[in-house]
């Protein structure tokens, strides 16, 4: 079988999120296990190598180029929903993000049927929201990231999605170390950077480290960095492709989110390694966490969060408890690679027939 997983957005390297790195690991176990697995995104224009490659394409009339630097295809359009000229066609789409029901009905003209893979709610919020009656989208079945993102679909849509959690290599995120720290990761609005600035600064005692995720802006990154300047207790970070270290030094993951996450794929990383999560109560959070950890609701004072943090900081009992939950949560059958590849599969290969 050939599958191509598909996004109209930008893809590894250039925009490192859940969405791109569980792509990344769905198709290199899925080229491992015999079956043709390639990736369809954005051209990002922005960058200088990006748009070398649309004059190339341009030059050569051709819509898609290829980079192969990930071990598998990456074809790289302006537009993923457009004619895709020089796109070989798979036996099966599976659309995951950006612009998903224009993908759909492109490779529906042409005989390739789709599956919708929801990692976020592009299908209920936003400028993107899809319209319409269930009849009319393009897909041939649904897979969600999470019970949470499943509930919302069907309330949208009235469709039922089988739910298969991100994908994790549980190895890569094993680490023990001196558990020194509290790291808050990708430092955004969206990600509750102000009640984590807020909580720092309610507990001066306590050390912590905020790690770069998504791309910020000159004003953005000056701003985050000044205000940090006057936190003595706080450093920033680059993010790094081996999370590792990072890991091996937390005591507690902070995961404020002010949005409705659909998953949080930083709170199972930590887990893996007994790392308990102090979280929101945003969207899917509650379900990622589950007993391995402490949720507060999402616009709650900061003193409450501190309060919170100071217990499982301090108190060793307590944090023993929390260490141990989470490592049985993390182990759950829910989050077993082998078990989510079947799943998808099972999908998969109904749907091609």
Same mark, same amino acid.
């Given at each position: 079988?050939?599958?191509?997983?598909?996004?109209?957005?930008?893809?590894?390297?250039?925009?490192?999120?859940?969405?791109?790195?569980?792509?990344?690991?769905?198709?290199? @176990?899925?080229?491992?296990?015999?079956?043709?697995?390639?990736?369809?995104?954005?051209?990002?224009?922005?960058?200088? &190598?990006?748009?070398?490659?649309?004059?190339?394409?341009?030059?050569?009339?051709? &819509?898609?180029?290829?980079?192969?630097?990930?071990?598998?295809?990456?074809?790289?359009?302006?537009?993923?929903?457009?004619?895709?000229?020089?796109?070989?066609?798979?036996?099966?789409?599976?659309?995951?993000?950006?612009?998903?029901?224009?993908?759909?009905?492109?490779?529906?003209?042409?005989?390739?049927?789709?599956?919708?893979?929801?990692?976020?709610?592009?299908?209920?919020?936003?400028?993107r929201r899809w319209t319409g009656s269930t009849g009319s989208l393009p897909f041939r079945a649904y897979i969600a990231n999470s019970e949470f993102t499943a509930a919302r679909l069907r309330d949208r849509f009235g469709v039922q999605a089988c739910v298969i959690p991100p994908v994790f290599r549980a190895e890569r995120y094993r680490v023990a170390g001196d558990r020194r720290c509290v790291t808050f990761?990708?430092?955004?609005? @969206?990600?509750?950077?102000?009640?984590?600035?807020?909580?720092?600064?309610?507990?001066?005692?306590?050390?912590?480290?905020?790690?770069?995720?998504?791309?910020?802006?000159?004003?953005?990154?000056?701003?985050?960095?000044?205000?940090?300047?006057?936190?003595?207790?706080? @450093?920033?970070?680059?993010?790094?492709?081996?999370?590792?270290?990072?890991?091996?030094?937390?005591?507690?993951?902070?995961?404020?989110?002010?949005?409705?996450?659909?998953?949080?794929?930083?709170?199972?990383?930590?887990?893996?390694?007994?790392?308990?999560?102090?979280?929101?109560?945003?969207?899917?959070?509650? @379900?990622?966490?589950?007993?391995?950890?402490?949720?507060?609701?999402?616009?709650?004072?900061?003193?409450?969060?501190?309060?919170?943090?100071?217990?499982?900081?301090?108190?060793?009992?307590?944090?023993?408890?929390?260490?141990?939950?989470?490592?049985?949560?993390?182990?759950?059958?829910?989050? &077993?690679?082998?078990?989510?590849?079947?799943?998808?599969?099972?999908?998969?290969?109904?749907?091609?027939?």
């Open positions: 079988m050939n599958i191509l997983l598909a996004s109209g957005t930008a893809y590894l390297p250039h925009v490192v999120g859940g969405v791109e790195v569980n792509t990344h690991e769905l198709a290199l @176990e899925l080229n491992r296990r015999g079956v043709r697995t390639s990736v369809l995104s954005r051209l990002p224009l922005r960058r200088v &190598d990006g748009a070398l490659r649309a004059v190339s394409n341009f030059i050569h009339g051709t &819509d898609v180029c290829v980079d192969r630097q990930l071990g598998y295809d990456v074809y790289l359009s302006r537009k993923p929903w457009g004619s895709l000229d020089g796109l070989p066609l798979p036996r099966l789409v599976v659309v995951q993000n950006g612009n998903m029901v224009e993908i759909g009905k492109a490779f529906a003209c042409r005989g390739v049927p789709a599956i919708a893979y929801l990692h976020g709610l592009e299908f209920d919020i936003g400028r990761i990708n430092p955004v609005v @969206e990600k509750g950077v102000e009640i984590a600035l807020a909580i720092a600064e309610q507990c001066p005692e306590i050390p912590f480290r905020f790690v770069k995720g998504w791309p910020l802006g000159m004003r953005q990154a000056a701003l985050l960095k000044g205000r940090i300047r006057r936190l003595a207790n706080v @450093e920033l970070v680059e993010r790094s492709g081996d999370m590792s270290p990072i890991y091996a030094s937390t005591r507690v993951l902070l995961a404020p989110s002010q949005w409705a996450e659909t998953w949080g794929r930083v709170v199972s990383e930590a887990q893996f390694s007994g790392i308990p999560v102090l979280a929101s109560d945003r969207g899917a959070l509650p @379900e990622t966490v589950g007993p391995g950890g402490a949720i507060i609701k999402y616009d709650a004072p900061a003193y409450t969060w501190a309060t919170e943090l100071r217990r499982m900081w301090s108190d060793d009992l307590y944090y023993q408890q929390l260490q141990q939950a989470a490592l049985t949560h993390s182990r759950r059958p829910e989050l &077993d690679f082998g078990q989510q590849i079947d799943a998808f599969l099972a999908v998969a290969t109904r749907i091609a027939a």
